[in-house]
C-alpha cells in the first residue's frame, strides 16, 4: 500500500513534458483570428481624443520632445516607458496616422495569443485545449477596449510580457540556469513598466513553478519576479499617490466591494453583452457592496475547487484556469489599491486566459470532443467582439454605446455632446443645437457630483439662436458668451462653495473641447 502511494505520488507530480505544436500553428491561428475580428474596424477608426490626445493630440508635449522625455517622464498621471515608447514610435512613423497604432495594438493582441498558446504547450497541455483556450482569449469581447481604443495599448503590451516571462518560468523551471534569470529580469521589467497590473506575475509563475515541476532550484524564478515587480509596483504607487488618481477610502468600507466587484468581473467574462467604456462610480460601487453575497460564493467556489483539483494531474489545468482569474484580478479589488476608476473592461485582460482556460479544460474532461466544443464558442465571440470593435470607431459611437448600456451615465452624456460639437468644428458645419443640448441637460440631470453639474452648465447655451444662426467658424465668442451665462448662473448655486471657474473657456488657439477622461 505505501508502494501503491509513493507510486501514485511520483506520477502525479513528476516533471511535467512540453507538447510538440509547429510555431507557424500558433501564429496563424492567433494572428488570424486577431486580424478577423479588429482589422475591419481599424481601418475606418479615428482617434478617441478624450485620452488618445496625451499621445497623438495637440496636448502631448512629451512626444513632440522625443525619445528621452518619453522614456523619463510621466505622461498622463503614469510613467509606463515601455507603452508609452510603443506608442511614440508609432506617432513617429505614422506621423500621426489612426491606421497604424489600431493596426500595431491587433497584431500585438494577436501575439499574446500566441505567447498563451506556447505557455500552455510548455505545461503539456494538449495541442487543441491550448490553442482552443488562447482563441477564446483573442476573441473575447471584454477585450476589445485593450485593443481598439490605442490609448490602452499598455494592457496589451502588459498581457504578452507577462505571457513571454511566465513561459520563460517553465523553462527556467525545467532547466535553471543565470541566462534564463536575466531573460526573466528583462521580460518582467518591461512587464511592470507596461503596466502595473502586472504585479500579479510572481504570484502566477509560483502557480507555474508547481505545476511544470522539476529541481528545487527552479524556485528561484518566482523569487527573481518578486525581487523585481515589488520595487517596481512601489514605485508605481508613488507615482499615482503623486498625481492623485488613488482614492484615499475607509478601508473597511471598501472591503465591502471586493466580492461584488470579482462577481462583477465574473459575470462581464461570461457574458459579455453589456459591456461599457465607462462605469459610473457611485452606481457601480454601490452595487459592489449589494452584491457581497453572490461574490463570496464565487470566490469561495473558485479557490476551494482549484485547491481540490490540483492534486490530480487529469484536472489541474482546469484548476490552474480557475486559481489564475481569481489571482489576476486581485489588483482590482477596489479596496487596495483604492482606484479612482470602480470598474473597467480593459482590467479582464490577465483574467480572461485563466477563464477560457479553465472552460476547455471542463469540457475536455466530460467528453473528449469537448475542446472541440469550446472551439464552437469562438463562433459567437467573434461577432460580439467585431461589434464591440466598431464601438470604438469614434468618440461618438463609443459614447452611444455606452448611453444604450446605461442610460444615467451622465460622464457618457456629456461626452456625448462633447463629440457632436468636435464633429461639427471638424466638417465646418453648424452645430445640431437640439442633439447638443438634449445630451447636457441629460448629463446636467444625471450628475453624481456637484463640480460636473457646474461643469456642464458652463457649456450649455444660453440661447439657440447665438449658436444657430451664425457660421461654426465665429462661434468661438458666442462660446464665450455661454460660460460667461454659465459663470453667472453658478454663482447662484448657493449649495457649493467654491470660487467661479474662469469664464474663458478655450485658448484662442483652439475651439474643441475635451471629453472628460475615463
Not at 476589445?144 to 523551471?173: D, H, I, M, N, P
Not at 480593459?346 to 477563464?355: E, F, K, N, S, T
Request: positive net charge.
Amino acid at each position: 500500500m505505501i508502494d501503491f502511494v509513493h507510486d501514485l505520488q511520483k506520477k502525479q507530480f513528476a516533471l511535467v513534458a512540453a507538447t510538440a505544436s509547429p510555431r507557424w500553428q500558433s501564429f496563424a491561428i492567433m494572428l488570424g483570428l486577431a486580424m478577423l475580428v479588429y482589422l475591419p474596424a481599424a481601418l475606418g477608426a479615428d482617434l478617441l481624443m478624450f485620452d488618445d490626445a496625451f499621445y497623438f493630440g495637440p496636448d502631448n508635449p512629451e512626444f513632440v520632445a522625443g525619445f528621452q522625455t518619453v522614456a523619463t517622464q510621466p505622461i498622463a498621471n503614469a510613467y509606463l516607458p515601455v507603452a508609452h515608447l510603443s506608442l511614440w514610435f508609432d506617432y513617429k512613423l505614422g506621423e500621426g496616422s489612426s491606421l497604424l497604432p489600431h493596426v500595431h495594438a491587433l497584431l500585438l493582441h494577436g501575439l499574446a495569443g500566441v505567447m498563451l498558446a506556447r505557455l500552455l504547450l510548455q505545461l503539456g497541455v494538449s495541442r487543441v485545449v491550448a490553442h482552443v483556450a488562447a482563441a477564446l482569449f483573442v476573441v473575447h469581447p471584454s477585450l476589445c477596449e485593450s485593443v481598439a481604443w490605442v490609448s490602452s495599448r499598455k494592457y496589451v503590451l502588459s498581457g504578452l510580457f507577462t505571457f513571454a516571462a511566465l513561459y520563460q518560468t517553465v523553462r527556467f523551471a525545467h532547466r535553471p540556469s543565470l541566462w534564463r534569470a536575466v531573460v526573466l529580469i528583462v521580460l518582467s521589467a518591461a512587464a511592470m513598466f507596461s503596466n502595473a497590473t502586472s504585479v500579479v506575475l510572481p504570484l502566477l509563475s509560483v502557480g507555474v513553478v508547481l505545476w511544470s515541476q522539476g529541481p528545487r532550484s527552479r524556485w528561484l524564478a518566482p523569487l527573481v519576479l518578486f525581487a523585481v515587480t515589488v520595487p517596481i509596483a512601489l514605485y508605481h504607487q508613488s507615482v499615482a499617490a503623486a498625481q492623485g488618481t488613488l482614492v484615499a477610502a475607509d478601508t473597511m468600507q471598501r472591503l465591502q466591494q471586493v466580492p461584488g466587484a470579482f462577481w462583477h468581473y465574473l459575470k462581464t467574462a461570461v457574458w459579455p453583452t453589456e459591456l461599457n467604456v465607462l462605469y459610473p462610480e457611485v452606481d457601480t460601487l454601490q452595487v459592489f457592496r449589494e452584491q457581497w453575497l453572490p461574490g463570496v460564493i464565487a470566490i469561495s467556489a473558485f479557490v476551494v475547487c482549484g485547491a481540490v483539483l490540483w492534486f490530480w494531474r487529469s484536472t489541474r489545468a482546469l484548476a490552474a484556469g480557475l486559481l489564475a482569474f481569481v489571482v489576476a484580478l486581485l489588483p482590482f479589488n477596489t479596496a487596495f489599491p483604492a482606484s479612482s476608476i470602480a470598474a473597467a473592461d480593459r482590467y479582464l485582460y490577465l483574467a480572461v486566459p485563466g477563464l477560457a482556460l479553465a472552460v476547455v479544460a471542463l469540457l475536455a474532461l466530460l467528453h473528449r470532443r469537448g475542446p472541440w466544443l469550446a472551439a464552437a464558442l469562438t463562433l459567437p465571440l467573434i461577432w460580439l467582439a467585431g461589434s464591440r470593435a466598431h464601438d470604438f470607431q469614434d468618440e461618438a459611437t463609443l459614447w452611444e454605446s455606452s448611453i444604450e448600456v446605461d442610460e444615467a451615465n451622465a460622464v457618457a452624456h456629456y461626452n456625448r455632446a462633447v463629440a457632436v460639437w468636435n464633429a461639427a468644428v471638424r466638417g465646418r458645419r453648424e452645430l445640431p443645437v437640439a442633439d447638443y443640448e438634449r445630451h447636457l441637460q441629460a448629463a446636467i440631470t444625471a450628475a453624481r457630483y456637484p463640480i460636473h453639474e457646474l461643469r456642464w452648465l458652463r457649456l450649455r447655451p444660453r440661447r439657440r439662436s447665438s449658436i444657430v444662426s451664425r457660421p461654426l467658424r465665429a462661434s468661438r465668442s458666442h462660446r464665450r458668451t455661454c460660460c460667461r451665462s454659465g459663470s453667472r448662473r453658478l454663482s447662484r448655486c448657493n449649495s457649493v462653495a467654491m470660487k467661479p471657474p474662469p469664464t474663458r473657456c478655450s485658448r484662442r488657439s483652439k475651439l474643441r473641447l475635451r471629453s472628460h477622461p475615463t
